[in-house]
């Protein structure tokens, strides 16, 4: 019995050793099961946020926002370049072309392209309009496929960038904004974020370059700086913090917001021009101190152009100047924009992973040339920046200008002066014989956005932009001999002419006679103040005469001064001949 018992009792104590032994099979299924767990709690911890310092997202961000720039301005340019610088435009390309062919030589050669860089050179020049309208189709659809993909080529963003290039440099008058060189470089700087043939978000041969992220930065700190020293060592209003009482209300093309902003309390302009110095003098030295006051810089330089979209249409100056700041962000501040299933998020992620884990791609020959070629854009940019930098420390400063055919690294600067008072232009037109019958009937041509009418609404079309609207802006301020195009139209409206009409909102003799004689009358214009009984009958401004801009003209008295310049003259309709 107690054999049995002992047996028994030894029995179970063998199975209590051996139920404390580990079992070989089992532990390896629960460290297999617990490593499939701690990977997969890895993996959502990784798709949940990405490590700082890489910038495939950031290039996938800047390289959608210079598309849809380029985008924005080859539409402009297909909508209004054949009535501006078209067969029959205000200012033909093709006279220009053959002015500087006629400059250099009387060949179309090195000296031309380097004069007047545009494939316009290279192109049948019978039929100008066409290529005018090839060009800007072109651009809007590789610019729309590089905004919705988010992907793009060295090949296309060459393309993108010498196309607006053919079209700047052929522009005269009517592209001759600071914006314009602006986009240039900043297309520029975009060819280097990409690869030559592949097309990928994620191009994992072709890592963004730490050297192109910082030719961006660059950019911000030089737009910015220029911006505020013109300011300082311009306009007294700058240093003693007036600006604003004006800006809104003088700008070239005011928006709804503008009237109300101009009606802010003393106190509220003070300090928005305290802002502005600290905003572009200041701040941008943040971009070189580390990575959280880098991002603090891009999000305020961020804000505060969108802060001037909102009260004015500065064409697409704004909305290009955010661009560069994006370059203050990596993947990891910019990985909320990204959706965390799939695509390129989730592609930034496993590179990450495997750089970590050490299974980062051998290097292969196009990676080292690719390096050589991030080396020699810095050098470039160095280089070409060094007359930049002189120019932002010289008390002579000279804004928005090249130094350079290509216009790779620009002079930058807006509203270095303030205008007190505001004054229009406006067309008028009258079917009278007599100009100066006291009984004539003067109508108005009212433009597409510059004011007129005082009843119209300020219009909203940033980052659209009117050319011509934006250019009588400054005529207002000068005089017709200054702005003799001021006549050219005039002439053009006396003819009832469709390609200049088609720039102006409203015709008063539409579907009648032609206006006999054509007058410019000169206007100080004011905005009404918000709870007035002007406001109240709907009136946005306010206007006085100052006098004629330029005096009544027909057709036939203005034909010596179109044969003076070789401007064609207007058909003089055979009722009046």
């Known amino acids: 019995m107690s054999a ?24 390896d299924s629960r460290q297999e099961h617990e490593g499939h767990s701690s990977g997969a709690a890895e993996n959502r911890k990784g798709v949940q946020s990405l490590r700082t310092g890489t910038f495939w997202l950031t290039r996938v961000v800047v390289l959608r926002s210079v598309a849809f720039i380029y985008f924005v301005a080859f539409t402009v340019a297909y909508n209004q370049n054949k009535q501006l610088i078209g067969e029959n435009g205000l200012m033909p390309c093709k006279n220009y072309l053959n002015s500087v062919k006629r ?3 009387g060949k179309i050669g090195m000296a031309a392209f380097t004069y007047t860089p545009s494939i316009l050179w290279l192109l049948d020049w019978s039929d100008m309009d066409a290529n005018l309208d090839g060009i800007a189709l072109v651009g809007m659809l590789l610019s729309a496929f590089v905004l919705v993909m988010g992907m793009a080529n060295m090949v296309i963003m060459v393309t993108l960038w010498g196309l607006y290039h053919s079209l700047v440099n052929v522009g005269q008058l009517w592209y001759s904004f600071g914006w ?8 520029f700087l975009a060819i280097f974020l990409c690869p030559v043939w592949t097309l990928s978000q994620v191009p994992r041969r072709c890592p963004p370059s730490l050297i192109g992220i910082w030719t961006f930065r660059w950019l911000i700190v030089r737009i ?20 604003m009482d004006y800006h809104y209300e003088t700008q070239p093309v005011p928006n709804p917001m503008s009237y109300y902003m101009h009606r802010a309390p003393w106190w509220f302009h ?21 990575r959280r006051m880098c991002m603090v810089n891009g999000a305020i330089q961020i804000l505060f152009q969108v802060v001037l979209i909102v009260s004015g249409n500065l064409s697409f100056l704004n909305w290009l100047t955010i661009v560069p700041s994006l370059a203050c962000f990596d993947d990891a501040s910019l990985a909320f924009l990204f959706g965390s299933r799939g695509g390129a998020k989730k592609a930034v992620l496993e590179i990450q992973n495997e750089e970590a884990a050490g299974r980062s791609p051998k290097a292969t020959k196009g990676m080292f040339v690719r390096r050589v070629v991030n080396v020699s854009l810095g050098v470039l940019i160095g280089f070409l920046s060094v007359p930049v930098v002189m120019n932002l420390l010289s008390s002579r400063q000279v804004m928005n200008t090249s130094f350079d055919p290509l216009r790779i690294v620009n002079t930058y600067g807006a509203f270095g002066s303030i205008t007190k008072e505001r004054t229009e232009v406006i067309f008028q037109g009258t079917l009278s014989q007599d100009p100066k019958d006291p009984e004539a009937v003067w109508e108005e041509y009212q433009f597409l956005c510059k004011p007129g009418d005082v009843y119209r609404r300020p219009c909203l079309i940033s980052p659209y932009h009117y050319r011509l609207d934006w250019l009588m802006w400054f005529a207002a301020f000068q005089t ?4 003799e195009w001021v006549i050219h139209i005039a002439g053009r409206l006396l003819s009832n002419d469709s390609t200049v009409l088609s720039l102006i909102e409203s015709n008063p003799f539409q579907g009648r006679e032609t206006p006999r004689w054509v007058r410019g009358e000169h206007f100080r214009y004011r905005f009404s103040q918000p709870g007035s009984s002007s406001a109240a009958q709907g009136k946005w401004w306010l206007r006085k005469r100052i006098g004629p801009y330029f005096p009544p003209v027909d057709l036939e008295g203005l034909r010596g001064y179109f044969q003076s310049r070789n401007w064609p003259h207007p058909h003089i309709p055979p009722h009046r001949t």
């Open 180 to 187: 314009e060189s602006q986009l240039l470089e900043t297309g």
């Open 103 to 105: 400059y250099v030589g």
């Open 224 to 243: 910015m700086l220029g911006a505020g020293l013109i300011k300082i060592r311009g306009d007294r209003c700058w240093r003693d913090l007036t600006c």
């Open 4 to 27: 049995t018992e002992n047996s028994s009792g030894n029995s179970v104590r063998k199975r209590r050793v051996a139920s404390s032994e580990p079992d070989p099979q089992a532990t």
């Open 270 to 290: 003070r300090f928005e021009t305290l802002s502005n110095h600290f905003i572009e003098l200041v701040l941008p030295f943040a971009t070189f101190l580390g």
């Open 480 to 483: 017709y001999e200054q702005s």
